[in-house]
Every structure is written in C-alpha cells, then in structure tokens.
C-alpha cells in the first residue's frame, strides 16, 4: 500500500502534447478512476505512474520517494494491462508466478501463493491451463492475480475489463471493488467509461486533451461538474445542454428559429447569470418531467421515441432543432401525445457560462 504524489507531470510525443500539467495526490489505500475519452492521456499518465514512459518534466513520488527516475523494476508498482499481457506458452500457474519466479522464490512457495490467490479469484481449478484455453474474464482474473502476487505497493489497470462482454464486465468491476475493499490496495485505474469509473473508484479524475478537468468523489463529480464537458460525460444518458438567454424574469430556450420562454421564477440563478446573457443550461435526463398540458415553467417539444428498458424508461423529446432525453423510473414508457410539454426540476438545474464552465 501507498501514497502517491504526481506533480506538474508533462509529456509530449513531438507536436502532441499527450499529458500536460498533471498533478494528482492520492492516499493510502485509495482507489483513483482516470476517465476521459480516447486520446486524453490516460495510459500516458498511467505508463509514467509505472515507469514504462520518462515525462518531459514533472515528478512522481511514491511514498513521498521521488521515483521519477527509477526503472519499473524499482518502484513497486504491478500493472494490468488491457490486453493481459499474459504468456501464451506458460501454464496459468507459471504466468500468475511469474513475479515470484524472477524474485527467485522457491516453486513450493510459489505453487502455495499462486494456488491460494487463485483459488481467491476463483480460478485454482485452471492452473495448468495456458491463456489460450480461458475465457476472456477467467484472463482477466489472471492478469490480476500476477498482479496480486506480486505484493506491489501500487496497482495500475490499463481499462482491463473492456475487452470483456457486458455481463462479464459487471462482475469482473464487482470483484475488483470487492479486492480493494479486502486488500485495500492503492489502485490508478484508467477507463473511458463513466459507469465503470463511477461504480469503482473512490475518486474520479476526469481528463481532456492531456489535462485535468476536474477530481472529486463519483458523487461530487456527479453533483457539481465544473463545465460543461465534465457535465455530459458523466451520467448516463448524458446531461442535456440548452442554449439559453435570460431576461427580465424568463429564460428564452434557444434550439430553434424561435425561442420559448420559461418562467425563472422560482429558480436559484447564479450571481453570474447578468440579465440578458446567454448560456446554458444544463438538466439531466432523470431531472425532466414529461406533461401533457403547458405548464409556467416549460417548453414545448414534440414527442421524438420512447425507448421502455425494464425498470426505467426513456422519452425523448424534439424541441426546436434539439433532442431531449428523459429518464422515467417505470417499467414502461407511459402512452404519450404527439404534442409534450417539458418541466425542469428548479432543484436539478446547471447553468454554464458562453466558456462552458459553471457559473456559481
Ligand atoms: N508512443 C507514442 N508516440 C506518439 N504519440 C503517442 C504515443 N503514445 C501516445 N501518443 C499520443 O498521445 C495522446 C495521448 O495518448 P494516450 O495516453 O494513449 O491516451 P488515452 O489512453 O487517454 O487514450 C494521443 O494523442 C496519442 O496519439
Ligand atoms: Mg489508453
């Protein structure tokens, strides 16, 4: 177990800027999501967290040990890769072993360890198995064991799951939440995918174009996004953004050649919402209430799809040139007229300035 300290972590790959300013604190025993979407720097970051890449400038401290300039071998770290990296010629026993082997073990001890981790992860029946006769997640639960075995400080996951099926996936990110819980190890796990890093982590570190967006726990994240990219990619589905102009007491919804008007009485505006600004305003798809008859507060739409999912159902909703979606928590899409009337719930509202950061 241990602490980690990243500070003004840099890397570039010639014009590419892959990470830039970087700095990150987390604690004993913390398990931290790096999210964001393709090309973010996630790996990057998590490959200088390793030892695998050199930044161009910036520090990482484990332990509050500089290790910047330490090989992989040096720093403690295990990492799970998303492709396993497992050795397709060896057994299972010899691919989870492998760490022990190279630190020498003797094969008693290392046959003794590997089976009682294995047999943790329910995998002990595979061992003289090779990769190639196991299941996409029974790999998975492997590539974790290596990594268990080898009783590093830190463990690092490359998005190790997204190579499993859906149902897989679910239980594989339950078994890791459950491993952390146990073992209570310091874990970067990187994902493109918010209900992963939402369900696993104990804070979400959102990224784009190599720099921080935001870090919080999944909830903070979740309630107070500090702009509008953070807002949309997390929750599904995503937030919905208006673009909106305020004016005297009514905000005009602007996703078509003419404006609606809503009423704002009632609302909590920001102190930086000046009259007759424009922004936008953000509600998720769970904070919208779907009406038959106009009502002070809403818009007008017409009715687009409903989707009926089992235990919630989604509307969604054309209004001007826009699609709003909607989150009902029934069993089945209610029967709907063509003509539906939108009504946002004043306590769930966002509001973001024309730059996309919110407005307080
Ligand atoms: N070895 C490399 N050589 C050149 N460019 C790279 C290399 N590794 C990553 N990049 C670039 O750096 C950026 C960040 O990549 P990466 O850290 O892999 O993102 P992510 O893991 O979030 O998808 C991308 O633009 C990617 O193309
Ligand atoms: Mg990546």
Do not use: W
């Not at 290596?146 to 690092?156: D, E, N, S, T």
């Amino acid at each position: 177990m241990a602490s980690i300290e990243i500070r003004n972590l840099r890397k570039t790959f010639g014009k590419v800027v892959a990470v830039n300013e970087v700095s990150l604190s987390m604690t004993d025993g913390e398990f931290v999501a790096l999210l964001g979407p393709s090309g973010c720097g996630k790996t990057t970051t998590l490959r200088m967290i390793s030892g695998l890449e050199m930044p161009d400038s910036g520090s990482i401290h484990i332990n509050g040990k500089d290790v910047t300039s330490l090989p992989p071998r040096s720093r403690d770290v295990a990492m799970v890769f998303q492709d396993y990296a497992l050795y397709p010629h060896m057994t299972i026993l010899d691919n989870i072993g492998y760490p022990l082997k190279v630190r020498g073990a003797p094969h008693n001890e290392l046959k003794e360890q590997v089976t009682s981790v294995a047999n943790n992860l329910q995998i002990g029946g595979l061992l003289a198995r090779r990769p190639g006769q196991l299941s996409g997640g029974q790999q998975q639960r492997v590539a974790v064991a290596r990594a268990v075995v080898h009783h590093a400080q830190v463990f690092l996951f490359d998005e190790p799951l997204s190579n499993l099926d859906a149902k897989l996936r679910l239980e594989a990110r339950a078994f890791l939440k459950h491993l952390q819980r146990e073992v209570g190890i310091t874990a970067v796990y990187v994902t493109h995918d918010q209900a992963e890093a939402m369900a696993l982590a104990d804070k979400i570190v959102v990224m784009k174009d190599g720099s921080i967006m935001q870090a919080g726990t999944p909830l903070e994240i979740y309630r107070h996004p500090v702009n509008t990219f953070v807002a949309s990619f997390i929750g599904n589905p995503p937030m919905n953004l208006l673009p909106c102009e305020i004016n005297g007491g009514s905000i005009y919804v602007q996703t078509g050649d003419s404006p609606q008007a809503m009423s704002a009485a009632g609302l909590r505006l920001p102190a930086a919402l000046a009259k007759g600004s424009q922004f936008t305003l953000g509600v998720r798809p769970e904070h919208i209430r779907v009406l038959t008859e106009p009502a002070a507060d809403s818009i007008k739409g017409t009715l687009y799809v409903t989707q009926t999912l089992g235990g919630e159902a989604l509307v969604i909703v054309r209004v001007g040139e826009q699609l709003i979606t909607i989150r009902l928590f029934e069993d089945e899409a209610p029967p709907l007229p063509n003509e539906v009337y939108l009504s946002f719930d004043a306590d769930h509202l966002f509001f973001f300035g024309p730059d996309g950061q919110v407005l307080r």
